[in-house]
C-alpha cells in the first residue's frame, strides 16, 4: 500500500511538472475586459526568450497620448510590429528588433486589459536595467501631460493586487521604471499613484 501511494505521488509531482504554464486569462480578476494573445491575433515570438521567476511589479506608461477611439488589438498588434522589427525611438536612437511586445500586461484607457509578453518570459528595455523577475505591467497615456482615467485606476486597483497575490510579490516590491534606470517613466502621475497601490496590496495581506 505504501510503495502504490509512493508512486501515485511520484505520478502527482511528474504532471505538476507537465502542466502548462498558467494561463493569463485566468490571473484577471473578474469584471476586467481582457484581450488575450489569441484575441488580439498575436504574431509568434521572433527571437528566443528567457524564461524568469517573478519577485517583483514594475510599472510603466506607453508614453504617447491615450487614444480612446483606436481598438485595443490594433493598438496591440502595433506595438508587437514596433517591438518585433529595429524601430526607431522618439530620442533618435534606434532599437533593435526584440522577441515581441516587452510588456507583460497592457491597461488601455478604457482600463480593459490585453496580453502582451508571455508572464514566464523577462521582458526587453531601452534602458539599462535587466528586467528579469519584473512584471511589467504598461499602462496607455503620457502621465508627464495627461492624468490617469478613472477606468485605468478601478483596474490598476484591482488587477495590481491579484497579480501581486499570484506570485507572492511583496508590497515594497511594487515600484517604477524610474526605480531602476534614467527615464521619467511611468511619468508623475502614474508615479505618484505606487504608493497608494502598495498600501491597498499591504491591506489586503493584513490578516
Ligand atoms: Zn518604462
Excluded at 478601478?154 to 507572492?168: G, H, M
Amino acid at each position: 500500500m505504501k510503495r502504490i501511494l509512493l508512486l501515485a505521488c511520484a505520478v502527482v509531482v511528474f504532471i505538476g511538472c507537465q502542466r502548462p504554464a498558467t494561463n493569463t486569462t485566468s490571473l484577471m480578476p473578474e469584471g476586467i475586459a481582457f484581450l488575450s494573445r489569441e484575441d488580439w491575433g498575436a504574431k509568434a515570438p521572433v527571437l528566443p526568450m528567457r524564461a524568469h521567476r517573478l519577485t517583483r511589479l514594475t510599472l510603466h506608461h506607453t508614453a504617447t497620448t491615450q487614444l480612446p477611439d483606436r481598438s485595443l488589438e490594433d493598438k496591440l498588434r502595433a506595438l508587437q510590429k514596433f517591438s518585433q522589427e529595429d524601430s526607431p525611438l522618439a530620442d533618435g536612437r534606434m532599437k533593435p528588433a526584440w522577441a515581441d511586445i516587452p510588456y507583460h500586461l497592457y491597461v488601455d484607457v478604457h482600463g480593459a486589459v490585453g496580453e502582451g509578453r508571455d508572464i514566464h518570459y523577462a521582458g526587453d528595455s531601452n534602458t539599462s536595467y535587466d528586467p528579469a523577475g519584473h512584471l511589467l505591467v504598461v499602462v496607455e497615456g503620457n502621465f508627464e501631460e495627461e492624468e490617469l482615467t478613472p477606468a485605468q485606476m478601478k483596474t490598476l486597483e484591482r488587477l495590481v493586487p491579484a497579480l501581486t497575490k499570484r506570485y507572492s510579490i511583496p508590497a515594497d516590491s511594487i515600484a517604477a521604471h524610474k526605480d531602476f534606470a534614467q527615464t521619467s517613466c511611468p511619468g508623475t502621475r502614474l508615479y505618484n499613484e505606487i504608493p497608494r497601490l502598495q498600501q491597498l496590496v499591504a491591506k489586503q495581506r493584513t490578516p
